[in-house]
């Protein structure tokens, strides 16, 4: 469990495990690296970097919240495949971690063996988007994580309906740590200072450039059936402006799918390559 630091002095923490063509796995806004813990068994034939992004999870937070920002976070993911002396990796990325792939495919294209979009595209959806703001800086009010997995089945039982209590134990214990006060979130409260300005900056840059850089890159799109964030029609377009675009949706999903699923696992594996 490594950790390196950034250009700009910042500690941050990743895991690197197993032997074959490297994948790197970049989690989305306020998660981490646990987040692949369900898919990782099924990436065996390669070697799978899972990065905690800055300020999420493990790694460190820094002083200037203004660096919680795709750019800054891609460049922060191009650090660490130096330091790992890297020539090319895929990337498996999920709603941030997916913008974070496409800003890289606009600027270190030669750097990518293929990308997969885990609920994620270049048109983010209002009513995701407004509950994410929602969210995002608030500290749970939960006792425990077991009070957090019966919350998190309840809140998700209509986009993630028949999930076993298990995995609800397991997402909890991604996203919430136990201290002695109840629950805390595992990331920097300070991203919601940063999203609040960037939100007041103006609208978003137009993403569809970044998306189609990636159409000499072998691509995958994964959307969740019930998900907020990526339409049908968005991942509709995507299809068309990427022919090449391996894409499923997979049932029974909201934001995100846990990429066990099989037909997750199937894009992965035609685009990844491997037994995934």
């Known amino acids: 469990m490594p950790d ?22 970049l989690a989305g806004l306020t998660r981490n690296a646990d987040d692949f813990a369900h898919v990782l068994p099924h990436l065996g034939e390669h070697r799978v970097i899972r990065l905690d992004a800055r300020g999420r999870g493990r790694s460190e937070r820094p002083a200037d919240f203004t660096t919680y920002n795709v750019l800054r976070e891609g460049h922060d993911a191009m650090e660490l495949i130096d330091h790992l002396g890297l020539d090319r990796v895929a990337i498996i990325g999920t709603s ?14 030669e750097r990518l063996s293929a990308v997969v979009l885990n609920d994620i595209g270049p048109i983010v959806g209002v009513a995701g988007l407004a509950r994410i703001m929602g969210y995002v800086g608030r500290e749970p009010d939960l006792p425990d994580l077991a009070a957090g997995a019966r919350a998190l089945a309840e809140a998700e039982a209509r986009s993630f309906p028949d999930v076993p209590p298990d995995r609800w134990a397991a997402e909890a214990a991604a996203r919430w740590e136990e201290t002695p006060e109840g629950l805390r979130n595992r990331y920097d409260p300070a991203l919601h200072t940063a999203l609040m300005q960037q939100s007041a900056a103006g609208a978003l840059p137009d993403l569809w450039m970044f998306f ?15 998900s907020d964030i990526l339409s049908a029609e968005t991942l509709e377009e995507m299809q068309r402006r990427h022919p090449g ?12 799918p846990f990429l066990d699923e099989p037909a997750s696992l199937g894009v992965i594996s035609r685009v990844i390559g491997g037994s995934a």
């Open 4 to 25: 390196f630091r950034t250009s700009d002095g910042v500690s941050l923490h990743f895991f690197d495990e197993g032997a074959g063509p490297p994948v790197l796995c």
């Open 245 to 256: 675009l391996v894409s499923a949706t997979v049932p029974d999903r909201g934001h995100v």
């Open 212 to 226: 189609e850089a990636l159409r000499e890159v072998p691509t995958g799109a994964i959307r969740g059936a019930n």
């Open 96 to 109: 941030r971690g997916g913008l974070v792939a496409m800003t890289l495919a606009a600027s270190h294209r």
